[in-house]
């Protein structure tokens, strides 16, 4: 079988070829191999093939080319979960081969694969994540019930303190969330993604009715605020921002909620709350009281050099986010300019 190997970005029709064949992702469309592409400069090589006008097999990849760090591929990079779309196992088999003989041909020190269905017998899992899925298949009474007590209680608080919650497309609402999440990833230790990442969002996702950004409003502040992705009948869960200050009003418990009755009322299935840090209990926590099912996702790194999976990796983040905290915004500012383009 001969596998094509394709830029989504210059395809055309990629997104109706996506939902003629079924089970795909937000991840899969091209608007958002453009956002990576166009910030960071991967290069993406997807790996399909397409039989009767649909996907057999459809295994998303980007080239990673650092400097620093040299060249790899990744499925995909600053995705949570990429999984392939495969008709027959055979198919997907014969895929990774074939990114593993293109990784060899170009260069390439491994191959970051995020999903399970990648998993080689045996081979040991790089890093490990809890995710949680919603189903939306439910009233809105009974999306309700399913929620924990606690959680429940902090949506009615946020209502009693007459928090408001408003969704949009435009740039103002992309700007409001980027002021909070400059304030967030410093909270959490990261620097943040630079603006340029969300300006490229908004341009192929947001405006072209792929994504919603969600904000919540205290005495006409913006408190808290969430961007969401949407393809097909799926909704995802992307980023979320907050001022630690209002915390207590319980904006996200609020914001979430009403994105939940959103995406329900427009017909979605599914919606995604994104992966989650196995050593990160408080928003493991939050997740668990929406009532999601919670699964495991492992992510899998070939080193394409010594053709064998790595083991698991080594965790340096502590050291890291503890640095983080301590520096200025405007100093992080500059390194989620020049750190995440290397990463991926």
């Excluded at 939902?19 to 899969?28: I, N, V």
């Excluded at 205290?218 to 921002?241: E, P």
């Excluded at 983040?317 to 405007?330: A, Q």
């Amino acid at each position: 079988m001969e596998f094509q190997v394709i830029n989504p970005s210059g395809y055309p029709d990629w997104d109706a070829l996506l939902l003629r064949s079924g089970d795909a992702s937000f991840f899969h469309t091209a608007a958002w191999a453009r956002v990576l592409e166009e910030t960071y400069g991967f290069k993406p090589n997807y790996f399909a093939l397409i039989e009767a006008e649909c996907f057999s097999l459809l295994m998303p990849m980007m080239e990673v080319n650092s400097p620093l760090k040299g060249k790899k591929g990744v499925s995909l990079p600053f995705t949570d979960r990429c999984a392939p779309h495969a008709l027959r196992p055979e198919l997907l088999k014969a895929a990774v081969h074939r990114a593993v003989g293109h990784g060899e041909k170009h260069g390439w020190k491994s191959i970051e694969w995020r999903d399970n269905e990648y998993c080689a017998e045996g081979a040991c899992p790089w890093e490990t994540y809890h995710v949680h899925d919603i189903d939306l298949h439910n009233t809105e009474m009974g999306l309700f019930a399913k929620l924990s007590a606690t959680n429940r209680r902090n949506i009615k608080k946020a209502v009693r303190e007459r928090l408001t919650v408003r969704m949009g497309r435009s740039m103002d609402f992309m700007k409001s969330f980027y002021r909070l999440n400059c304030l967030t990833r410093k909270r959490h230790g990261l620097p943040p993604q630079p603006f340029v990442f969300f300006k490229r969002v908004f341009e192929h996702i947001i405006s072209k009715d792929l994504g919603l950004v969600f904000c919540a409003y205290h005495a006409g502040r913006t408190i808290a605020a969430s961007v969401f992705f949407h393809f097909g009948t799926k909704a995802l869960f992307k980023y979320g921002a907050s001022e630690m200050r209002h915390q207590d009003l319980r904006p996200n418990n609020l914001l979430m909620w009403e994105a939940l009755k959103w995406y329900q009322d427009g017909g979605y299935e599914t919606m995604s709350l994104g992966r989650t840090e196995l050593n990160n209990p408080g928003l493991l926590q939050y997740k668990r009281t929406w009532g999601a099912k919670e699964s495991v996702l492992n992510y899998f790194r070939y080193d394409v050099r010594k053709r064998g999976y790595l083991g698991k990796r080594p965790d340096r983040s502590e050291f890291y986010r503890n640095l983080f905290k301590r520096t200025p915004p405007s100093v992080l500012r500059v390194v989620g300019r020049l750190f995440y383009k290397h990463v991926g």
